[in-house]
């Protein structure tokens, strides 16, 4: 502090020029429950001046109050933020930390080591150039300490310091850290960690903090603060094609039409030639514009606005690139996925991904296997909970631009959110484009559902009954079926106890099963509405998510949602088949009403109240509804 | 101000040179990142607008954001009628020079009842005004996403909350229930009625902020640099005697000493420093080598331990 304050004082101009030119580190620190990690940032910001007397002196009350060192100065309190934390004692979710030294600008990422939060270690992890992983000497690698090096790895972060902290606890024995350290070494080469420096450490002490402190002669390293202000930062960028992510198209008036977003990788310069994906359309680049001029040249990092000189349709979510080195363009993937939510991943269910600035439909599956982040092993696996780690095929709706993650962070991360909720509920890693995805491409026949359906003198659509089991779509479908039959009319009946005889006997009834089944039903019927036919579906479908994914599989206006609604106190009396009786009992597990949900539909086509409605007056409302709508007339 | 105006003609962060670009250039261009994401995904987002240093710096980026044309979203200012005279004046020249549109709410209730800092504390007046004001406008108007001036490095509770933080319907925070947020990819997604406050400045330290304002020359309150001006000394804390409103206590007299604000709020919550520092290198010098923290100025966080993250959970900034 001396020797800066002395600067600050003497000439502040000199000083702000200094600290302009400074670079940014950022890293991550994690461990497990009680490796330290709180006092060891607690410390570096202490050593590094960034508390304040005031700070200070309610650290000095808050250690006598709620430390735990015996009411000496307890460096944890400075950074466990939440009062929730300071009652558990445990630091509950990833905080960032800011400080400087004369050499460089930090910000830390402080990630919980609790292995429910696991999610949170990731978050930080993906926007860190290195990782300082904390060991309690006395303990030596654990669970956590594999699972975090193979996380690390996992999202691309290739410098390790491992901090082999709380050596006061073991006298400062050197075999102790030279035994850790080859354990650690085992490890990780295994998951392609190789850049790794070790550091014995006392946070409570300050030993090999900022100075090397008296007790471990036997130790000629760097200290901690020593290493992070002279390793390496930075992605190795150079030679990387030009890339930029469209987020926003910038039009103020007719004469302006800039392409703005951050580069993601490469230099651009006006003049360059860039190619579009994926409409693969090309063009040159007219001027890089910011508010403070035009640029010459702008670099992966950079906030930019492209204009080009010639009309081409760009848009949020293409990626403008060198055109001698365009992006690839793919729609199915080989990726990790980490799942980060309570609601466990389901296989076949439409998620959205997000990657660089686009959204798309996606879904999972199959997954090839989890892994055993202790043990490396790939196991078997139906699907993947809270912090589990898979690998799976990504299938998505449309071809977007992509790079491996191995290439490229921005085009080959992204994240899962669930339609319904909007959580965010993983984190995934394309690995590369799968080969039938870049070669099997769609057969345009010279017979299509259009002419099919008018040879028929229809239009073809999906009428999809969603209600508890005894609500009657069965026998409203029954009906329905009957009259368009004696109309003359093109019909087929999909019920969902007949197609669990044959298509879906393989089926159960957990929720991962009855997302497939609805999968299955759902495709069956699409390729029923391309031969033109009108499909009456009649399945419980009890989640609003598969019913969606059914819709989106059709075109606007052919898939026709019908609410047969009937309370289940109703149905239950109904109980036709004796289900309910045995459900109650619990001799039939996962029935919907009982102990599984059933998500009513918001807005249907076409709502039926059977307490009020009988089924044939249910069946004439479809009709007349088919009618309206033009579906019994050929286009 | 005009010589903070004229402190830097060009800028330098916007030329990059090498291809390291250093860490006020990645600083500003992640920040003009998530601006761009909120307007691209969001339906009607607004800019919360405080009038201090860290308003002055979002506004200022959300400028460059959309360069060559205006941010388009308006700027909204809750008003508790208790800012500096001083604050008013700039704050209507910044809507003027930026082209955008100023709303200015103030709580009705509030004004009626005659809700005010000296007759009724800064808890009841920071509640009423502050966070029922901000709450009624975001309802009255229907933002569906909230630009803030709100840094990590300014206090604990902050230093966990995500860039883009979830607010439900009711304008409450969940804190353990955030969504991961990973490398600079946001979910934007939101159900009816919930709504987003989103910091675009939360990696910048104060450090950063006034070295931004230094270097790219921004405009910022006047109050910040030093000059002679009526205080009295109440609780270890030097008020301004901005206007009549503040009522003198027994044996209370103003006197003129040379001051300057390091944080700026209602008038009469906000202390003053004793300070020589009139020019921006001066008073990053000062901060550098003072030895209490930003907020302490502040009467907002002296409540009770946590008060920050309790206020936050009820809806304030």
Redesign the interface.
């Known amino acids: 502090m001396s020797h800066k304050s002395e600067l600050i004082a003497r000439d502040i101009e000199g000083y702000l020029t200094a600290h302009e030119h400074k670079s940014l580190l950022r890293f991550i620190t994690c461990g497990s429950v009680d490796d330290g990690k709180s006092t060891l940032i607690g410390r570096l910001l202490y050593e590094s001046k960034m508390v304040f007397e005031d700070q200070f002196a309610a650290l000095e009350a808050d250690s006598k109050k709620v430390g735990t060192r015996g009411g000496e100065i307890d460096f944890a309190l400075l950074v466990d933020g939440l009062a929730a934390e300071r009652e558990q004692g445990i630091t509950i979710d990833v905080a960032y930390r800011f400080f400087s030294t004369e050499r460089r600008k930090f910000i830390v990422a402080d990630t919980p080591g609790h292995e429910q939060y696991t999610r949170n270690m990731v978050t930080g992890a993906s926007t860190a150039d290195l990782a300082v992983i904390l060991i309690d000497a006395r303990k030596g690698v654990l669970t956590q300490t594999r699972r975090h090096s193979f996380l690390v790895s996992l999202l691309g972060i290739r410098r390790i310091v491992l901090a082999i902290n709380k050596m006061d606890l073991v006298g400062y024995a050197e075999d102790v850290f030279r035994t850790i350290l080859q354990e650690y070494h085992d490890f990780a080469a295994q998951v392609g960690l190789t850049d790794i420096t070790a550091i014995p450490l006392s946070a409570v002490y300050g030993d090999n903090i900022l100075e090397p402190g008296p007790n471990m002669p036997w130790y000629h390293g760097p200290t901690l603060m020593q290493h992070l202000e002279t390793v390496e930062v930075g992605e190795e960028d150079s030679g990387k094609p030009f890339r930029l992510p469209v987020q926003w198209v910038n039009r103020p008036n007719h004469e302006f039409r800039g392409f703005a977003g951050l580069i993601a990788s490469g230099t651009v310069r006006p003049g360059d030639r860039i190619r579009v994906a994926p409409s693969g359309r090309e063009s040159r680049v007219a001027r890089i514009v910011t508010a403070g001029g035009d640029l010459e040249r702008a670099v992966a990092g950079q906030s930019v606005t492209l204009t080009l000189d010639s009309e081409i349709d760009v848009s949020r979510g293409d990626v403008i690139g060198a055109a001698d080195a365009p992006p690839q363009v793919a729609d199915q993937f080989e990726a990790t996925i980490v799942w980060m939510h309570d609601a466990p991943l389901l296989q076949g269910r439409d998620y959205l991904v997000k990657i660089g600035t686009r959204t798309a439909s996606a879904t999972i599956a199959p997954l090839k296997y989890k892994i055993n982040v202790n043990t490396l092993e790939h196991l078997a696996a139906e699907t993947l909970e809270l912090n589990d780690i898979g690998v799976c095929e990504l299938k998505l709706d449309r071809p977007i631009p992509f790079a491996p993650y191995g290439e490229d962070h921005t085009l080959g991360g992204f994240i899962l959110i669930d339609r319904l909720t909007n959580a965010t509920l993983g984190a995934g890693l394309l690995h590369f484009a799968l080969w039938r995805s870049q070669n099997v491409h769609w057969q345009a026949l010279d017979v299509n559902q259009a002419t099919r359906a008018r040879q028929k003198g229809q239009r073809a659509c999906v009428l999809w009954l969603t209600g508890l089991s005894g609500a009657g779509k069965s026998t409203i479908a029954n009906l329905v079926e009957k009259r368009l039959l004696s109309m003359g009319r093109h019909t087929y009946l999909l019920d969902g106890d007949n197609v669990r005889h044959g298509l879906n006997k393989d089926l159960g009834f957990t929720a991962q099963d009855r997302v497939e089944n609805i999968r299955r039903v759902a495709e069956v019927s699409k390729l029923m509405v391309d031969a033109g036919l009108i499909v009456l579906v009649s399945f419980i479908s009890p989640f609003r998510a598969e019913r969606r994914m059914a819709r989106e599989l059709l075109a606007p206006g052919e898939f026709l949602e019908v609410f047969v609604d009937t309370p289940l106190a109703e149905a239950e009396r109904r109980d036709v088949k004796g289900l309910y009786q045995k459900a109650r009992r619990g001799e039939l597990k996962h029935f919907t009403g009982v102990d599984s949900p059933y998500e009513a539909p918001e807005h249907p086509e076409i709502h039926l109240e059977t307490t009020s409605t009988s089924p044939e007056q249910a069946a004439d409302r479809i009709v007349a509804f088919l009618t309206e709508a033009g579906m019994l007339s050929p286009t | 101000m005009n010589r903070v105006a004229s402190a830097t003609t ?7 040179r090498a ?8 600083l ?3 920040s ?2 998530i601006f ?2 909120v ?2 995904e969001c339906d009607k987002p607004v800019m919360l607008y405080s009038i201090g240093k860290d308003s002055s710096v979002l506004l200022h980026l959300a ?8 941010p388009p979203f308006p700027l909204l200012h809750v008003d508790t009628t208790w800012k500096f005279k001083a604050m008013y004046a700039f704050r209507d020249r910044m809507a003027r020079e930026s082209g955008m549109e100023l709303l200015v709410h103030v709580n009705p209730e509030g004004l009626a009842q005659g809700i005010g800092p000296i007759t009724h504390g800064s808890q009841v007046h920071t509640d009423v005004m502050k966070t029922q004001g901000l709450k009624q406008a975001l309802d009255k108007y229907g933002f569906d996403a909230a630009f803030g001036g709100a840094r ?2 300014e206090e ?2 902050r ?2 909350e995500r860039v883009f933080s979830f607010r439900s319907a009711a304008h409450r925070w969940d ?2 229930n ?8 946001y ?1 934007t ?3 009816k009625g919930e709504s987003i406050r989103v910091f675009p400045i ?2 910048w ?1 104060e ?1 950063d902020v006034w ?1 931004y304002i ?2 790219e020359g921004i405009p910022i309150v006047p109050l910040y640099l030093a000059a002679p001006r009526p205080v009295v000394e109440r609780d270890g804390m030097l008020i301004m005697v901005d206007d009549e409103r503040l009522p003198l206590k027994a044996g209370e007299k103003p006197e003129m000493k040379t001051v300057r604000f390091r944080t700026l709020g209602c008038y009469p919550l906000t202390g003053a420093i004793e300070s020589e520092a009139d020019t921006l ?2 008073i ?2 000062e901060m ?6 930003e907020r ?1 100025g502040r009467l907002i966080d002296h409540d009770a ?2 008060s920050m ?2 206020k936050k959970q009820e809806g304030y900034f």
């Open positions: 060009t800028s330098s962060t916007q030329h990059a291809d390291v670009l250093t860490h006020l250039q990645r500003e261009a992640e003009i990142q761009r994401e307007v691209a400028r460059k954001a959309f360069y060559p044309a205006p990590r490095d604990k509770s230093a966990k804190p353990k955030q969504r991961p947020e990973l490398w600079n990819l979910n997604r939101k159900g939360s990696n330290t450090l070295q230094y270097l290198p001066k990053i010098q550098l080598l003072t030895t209490t923290s302490q331990a946590g993250e309790k």
